[in-house]
């Protein structure tokens, strides 16, 4: 159980993309994970966060792909920045959609309010 004051922030980020460029998309994905990490190899440090859940889902609008990543304490700005680069390196693949939110554990949001 949390304490009074701690947090434990999560990124759930969430992109979709349509069926029609899976194809293409999947290669897109694994050349620029594999560039980003020649670019930037500080930023693949798992002290910012960690993932917890990754999960896809097939539907007829497209593709759906959630990741949850808990965040390292006072690693939230390096976090965001680090999967908002990711995202924006796919932002000209056709279809290609994305949100960042910041979510909190259910204690944590008790713990709050309380």
């Not at 304490?3 to 694994?30: S, T």
């Not at 994970?33 to 670019?39: L, Y």
């Not at 500080?42 to 999960?55: C, L, M, N, R, Y």
């Amino acid at each position: 159980m949390l304490k009074e004051g701690e947090k434990v922030p999560y990124l759930v980020i969430r992109y979709v993309y349509p069926p029609h460029i899976l194809d293409e998309f999947v290669p897109k994905v694994m050349e620029l994970a594999q560039n980003r990490r020649r670019e930037f190899p500080k930023e693949e440090d798992p002290s910012i966060g960690e993932p917890v859940f990754t999960a896809v889902k097939a539907t007829e609008q497209g593709y759906i792909n959630m990741i949850i990543i808990e965040v390292k304490e006072g690693k939230l700005d390096a976090a965001f920045a680090f999967w908002t680069k990711n995202m924006a390196l796919l932002r000209n693949v056709e279809g290609f959609k994305h949100s960042i939110e910041l979510w909190a554990t259910s204690d944590e949001f008790l713990v709050s309010i309380a």
